[in-house]
């Protein structure tokens, strides 16, 4: 018998083969997992454009672009997210941004009006739903409307945000509480009940865009450099109150500290560096990015504009745009949102009594 005949067989220690084994099924999981991701995300585009609110008509553009009320803004290399703050800030990473016009205000209620006696526009809160994007839904039901804040005194946990939510028949930007309640007085406050298609459509109209949720970020710091707040690092400089936010026990007790209730008329405070107003609290407003939670791991750096698709952990299944900016119901105790760099999500056909915008050039 030959040497070679004669050399018993190499046998695998049985970790390595474990091993093998492990990486085989793990890579099978993975490829699965994949696959199932590309064919719900391709599920969940499909179903945004069937539940999309209908298409207002074309509106005819403003003759003119006037920077009158904005501020230019020159761009360049920042800090965007945070290392403190929630797990969708992260990481914290250089982003650069080129230079852009910005308004100096959210969008007034005065400012919403002109575009609406303008065009004729009808904002999504003011539309009937449609029963065929409502399947099983009591015709009695379909009725215009929108959500409103309407904290109840019972209230003792704060695990459940729909307890201090309330859908209003009538209500919409008009009649930011319900029938009954008027803009009549709060020409200057900003506009509200506004959901992304409506922002967008003032927007084209004036000759603008949605800010990215980058450039949003980069203007809101006003020049500063990885601060937690807009104009610095203390919450309450001096004692006094920066931004129109909650005070007290949230959602039943409001101090009124900063001396609003609600919604405060712009440049109520005073201008961040860039010479912006209420880029804290106020009304969350809406930038042109679809939200995902973990964008930030493989943005571009340089004028990110966010990605291609959308997932909330919290409503699989529903696609959601980008807010920014925090609201007059931001309190420590629930929501940090006037944080620049907080991130806020929502559906683009909902608007709430806490929803806004400004435009960007």
């Given at each position: 018998?030959?040497?070679?005949?004669?050399?018993?067989?190499?046998?695998?220690?049985?970790?390595?083969l474990?091993?093998?084994?492990?990486?085989?099924?793990?890579?099978?999981?993975?490829?699965?997992?994949?696959?199932?991701?590309?064919?719900w995300?391709?599920?969940?585009?499909?179903?945004?454009?069937?539940?999309?609110?209908?298409?207002?008509?074309?509106?005819?553009?403003?003759?003119?672009?006037?920077?009158?009320g904005?501020?230019?803004?020159?761009?360049?290399?920042?800090?965007?997210?945070?290392?403190?703050?929630?797990?969708?800030?992260?990481?914290?990473?250089?982003?650069?941004?080129?230079?852009?016009?910005?308004?100096?205000?959210?969008?007034?209620?005065?400012?919403?009006?002109?575009?609406?006696?303008?065009?004729?526009?009808?904002?999504?809160?003011?539309?009937?739903?449609?029963?065929?994007?409502?399947?099983?839904?009591?015709?009695?039901?379909?009725?215009?409307?929108?959500?409103?804040?309407?904290?109840?005194?019972?209230?003792?946990?704060?695990?459940?945000?729909?307890?201090?939510?309330?859908?209003?028949?009538?209500?919409?930007?008009?009649?930011?509480?319900?029938?009954?309640?008027?803009?009549?007085?709060?020409?200057?406050?900003?506009?509200?009940?506004?959901?992304?298609?409506?922002?967008?459509?003032?927007?084209?109209?004036?000759?603008?865009?949605?800010?990215?949720?980058?450039?949003?970020?980069?203007?809101?710091?006003g020049?500063?450099?990885?601060?937690?707040?807009?104009?610095?690092?203390?919450?309450?400089?001096?004692?006094?109150?920066?931004?129109?936010?909650?005070?007290?026990?949230?959602?039943?007790?409001?101090?009124?500290?900063?001396?609003?209730?609600?919604?405060?008329?712009?440049?109520?405070?005073?201008?961040?560096?860039?010479?912006?107003?209420?880029?804290?609290?106020?009304?969350?407003?809406?930038?042109?990015?679809?939200?995902m939670?973990?964008y930030?791991?493989?943005?571009?750096?340089?004028n990110?504009?966010?990605?291609?698709?959308?997932?909330?952990?919290?409503?699989?299944?529903?696609?959601k745009?980008?807010?920014?900016?925090g609201?007059?119901?931001?309190?420590?105790?629930?929501?940090?949102?006037?944080?620049?760099?907080?991130?806020?999500?929502?559906?683009?056909?909902?608007?709430?009594s806490?929803?806004?915008?400004?435009?960007?050039?």
């Amino acid at each position: 018998m030959s040497e070679s005949a004669q050399q018993p067989k190499r046998k695998w220690p049985w970790f390595v083969l474990a091993a093998v084994i492990i990486f085989l099924i793990s890579n099978a999981f993975w490829i699965y997992r994949e696959v199932r991701r590309v064919k719900w995300m391709k599920s969940l585009r499909e179903t945004n454009a069937v539940f999309s609110p209908t298409p207002a008509p074309q509106l005819a553009v403003t003759n003119a672009f006037s920077t009158n009320g904005m501020v230019w803004i020159a761009g360049g290399t920042f800090w965007m997210g945070s290392e403190e703050g929630q797990p969708d800030e992260k990481p914290l990473h250089e982003v650069t941004v080129d230079g852009f016009w910005i308004d100096a205000t959210e969008v007034t209620n005065e400012q919403f009006e002109k575009f609406v006696r303008a065009t004729g526009y009808v904002t999504v809160a003011e539309r009937k739903p449609d029963a065929s994007q409502y399947p099983g839904v009591p015709p009695e039901k379909l009725v215009a409307g929108s959500i409103v804040f309407k904290p109840r005194p019972d209230i003792t946990s704060l695990d459940d945000h729909f307890q201090w939510w309330e859908y209003v028949p009538g209500a919409n930007w008009r009649q930011p509480e319900g029938p009954g309640s008027t803009i009549v007085g709060r020409e200057q406050h900003p506009v509200v009940h506004v959901c992304w298609y409506d922002a967008k459509a003032y927007c084209e109209w004036a000759g603008k865009r949605l800010p990215t949720e980058a450039e949003w970020e980069f203007a809101s710091r006003g020049g500063l450099v990885r601060q937690p707040y807009t104009w610095g690092a203390e919450q309450v400089p001096s004692g006094k109150w920066q931004a129109n936010i909650w005070q007290g026990q949230f959602p039943n007790e409001n101090t009124q500290a900063d001396q609003f209730r609600g919604t405060a008329p712009v440049k109520s405070y005073a201008a961040n560096g860039y010479g912006l107003y209420d880029m804290a609290g106020n009304v969350w407003e809406w930038c042109g990015d679809w939200y995902m939670p973990d964008y930030y791991g493989n943005a571009p750096r340089k004028n990110p504009a966010g990605p291609n698709e959308s997932f909330d952990p919290n409503e699989p299944g529903v696609m959601k745009r980008v807010q920014r900016g925090g609201s007059y119901l931001c309190s420590d105790l629930y929501c940090m949102g006037y944080r620049p760099s907080a991130r806020m999500k929502a559906s683009p056909d909902t608007g709430l009594s806490h929803s806004g915008f400004r435009g960007v050039r």
